[in-house]
């Protein structure tokens, strides 16, 4: 079985697939780790932890039949993103059929991860990718800028986590206790800042 969850912080671990008819709270991010990680405050709120990079995502059909999902975070030598590809291309899905995912994921990817994940979408043309990070990372450093412009390129959507999406990760990939979202504050002022941050990258010359 593939990995889908790792290190301190999380409940077990396992591949992290979902059917839709089942909810399995063992394998399901804690409230507190997913604000601690998921938060978009510029700086980091008391108690002081690191933010890691998680990545959550949904593989549906183009109806928004739910497939699979599942959560990876940063294991050394191998980031999220590497593994969430590792994820799909073992699932062997029918290349002509198409299919879309979605991704959460707590930072921006790095250049190294933006190139594997072009290649990625090159390779399975078949496959609609949206990226919905909660922060930028090293989005004043010239190469983690140009991985982004990479992505939008390649027809990989790349935006900023607002309210919808904080609220769709936390009821997926949340024990959430049936419990309904509850926005930080200025959740959307960060969002909005963040997003001007991206179009800003994005429409500026390579």
């Not at 390129?153 to 904080?166: C, L, P, Q, Y």
């Amino acid at each position: 079985m593939t990995e889908g969850w790792a290190g301190s912080g999380l409940p077990g671990r396992g591949d992290c697939v979902w059917t839709p008819q089942t909810r399995n709270t063992m394998n399901l991010l804690r409230e507190t780790l997913f604000k601690q990680q998921f938060g978009n405050q510029p700086r980091v709120p008391p108690p002081y932890y690191r933010r890691k990079t998680y990545l959550c995502y949904q593989l549906k059909e183009l109806d928004d039949l739910m497939l699979d999902k599942g959560c990876f975070r940063n294991k050394k030598q191998r980031h999220a993103e590497i593994r969430f590809i590792d994820k799909i291309n073992s699932l062997n899905l029918n290349p002509s059929q198409s299919y879309k995912i979605i991704c959460y994921i707590t930072w921006s990817p790095c250049p190294n991860c933006a190139s594997e994940l072009v290649d990625f979408i090159t390779r399975n043309d078949h496959l609609n990718l949206q990226i919905f990070a909660s922060r930028l990372y090293f989005h004043w450093i010239k190469p983690f800028c140009r991985g982004l412009h990479q992505l939008q390129k390649a027809g990989i959507s790349v935006a900023v986590m607002t309210h919808t999406e904080f609220e769709d990760c936390w009821e997926q990939f949340v024990d959430n206790q049936l419990r309904p979202f509850q926005p930080w504050d200025k959740l959307e002022q960060y969002s909005a800042s963040i997003r001007r941050r991206l179009q800003r990258i994005l429409t500026a010359p390579t």
